[in-house]
């Protein structure tokens, strides 16, 4: 068995993560594709794979899948231990991306897991300030403050 391999690293308790497998993420996007199977063997390998790491781009899993509107892998992610208020090099949360991109039930889905709405970019840019309509910007801050208050961690608000 190679040195260098990830299950050669596991059983000699090396603690080396892989990077987790976003091309899965965007795989999941493509109209048809079925990402079930590459979930099951994401969780039959859960311990092996960094959820908190941050990529070529300066961006973490959670961030590309909120970017990509995957809930199913921002669930993942979650469920496998990303931090939710982890930033990005530019000082992004997967709530920025989601609310940048108008993933409305990412976003949400976030907050409930303890998203924060004031959570300041590197450019002083909060992720409310990414949605432009004024009746959705209202509605996404009383969500956001509602979890808060209720501390409601693992269901939505």
């Given amino acids: 068995m190679r040195e260098d391999s990830w299950l050669y690293q596991r059983m000699n308790g090396e603690e080396n993560k892989l990077p987790f497998p976003e091309e899965c993420i965007i795989n999941e996007t493509i ?15 859960r311990h092996v794979y960094d959820v908190n790491s941050l990529n070529e781009f300066g961006h973490t899993p959670l961030s590309t899948a909120a970017y990509a509107g995957s809930i199913k892998y921002v669930k ?29 039930e ?22 409310l300030d990414f949605v432009k309509d004024k009746n959705t910007r209202i509605f996404l801050a009383k969500y956001g403050e ?11 608000c």
């Fill in 106 to 127: 990412i976003a949400k889905f976030l907050m409930s897991v303890g998203a924060d709405t004031k959570e300041l970019t590197n450019d002083g840019q909060k992720p």
């Fill in 31 to 45: 109209p048809g594709h079925d990402a079930d199977k590459e979930i099951e063997d994401i969780l039959s390998k």
């Fill in 76 to 104: 993942l992610l979650i469920e496998l231990g990303a931090e939710v208020l982890l930033k990005d090099s530019d000082g992004w949360t997967a709530l920025h991306f989601a609310m940048a991109t108008k993933n409305y």
């Fill in 146 to 156: 509602r979890c808060v208050m209720s501390n409601m961690r693992t269901s939505y």
